[in-house]
């Protein structure tokens, strides 16, 4: 769903979404397993700078790989949001300055119009967990055979392994595409 500038300087438009799973593409490590369904408002609080005032709901279950064991887990997230987007070419110009202490909760749009896919988008990433873990018992995988030991017991020694396993994981997370 696409929100014209020319129909939010006559009114407020309202939604009301099911977007299905497939539509909205999210990081490599999230998976949408159920339709998305939003609704809310889209206003234009500031006619002349071009503000707009999002504000809504959603809920959709995503599914996201457990840091320990990597078995992939359904994630609920129900997320009330209120997100306020300004012209992207307001802040052209601005030389060397970019992007240095930029407000979370203010996005930028391009052209006379807003996706609402994209929005949405950059709700559930931002009610996402940067680390998730499928549980506090979560035992991950071993070392020694790498197995899933919360469904396999393997004779394995780990006791000295498995913590510098779990460093070298850290790094990779840190280091990897997500940013
Ligand atoms: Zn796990
Ligand atoms: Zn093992």
């Known amino acids: ?75 609920p997230v129900a997320k009330n949001f209120e997100l306020f987007y300004q012209p992207a070419g307001d802040y052209q110009g601005g030389g060397e300055e970019e992007l240095e202490e930029v407000d979370s909760e203010i996005a930028y749009y391009d052209g006379d119009r807003l996706d609402l896919n994209e929005i949405l988008r950059e709700v559930v990433l931002l009610a996402l967990p940067m680390r998730f873990v499928c549980g506090d018992d979560c035992k991950g995988i071993c070392p020694g055979c790498g197995k899933n030991r919360n469904q396999h017991v393997c004779d394995c020694q780990t006791e000295a392994g498995d913590d510098r396993w779990s460093k070298l994981r850290e790094i990779r997370v840190a280091s990897g595409p997500r940013g």
Request: with cysteine; proline share 1%; net charge negative.
């Open 1 to 75: 769903m696409f929100i014209s500038l020319q129909e939010l300087e006559l009114r407020t438009v309202r939604f009301d979404v099911a977007v299905p799973a497939g539509e909205i593409e999210y990081d490599y490590q999230f998976r949408q397993k159920s339709s998305l369904v939003a609704h809310g408002t889209v206003e234009l609080v500031n006619q002349s700078l071009g503000e707009i005032r999002i504000r809504g709901s959603l809920s959709v279950a995503i599914e996201v790989a457990c840091d320990r064991c990597l078995e992939a887990v359904e994630f």
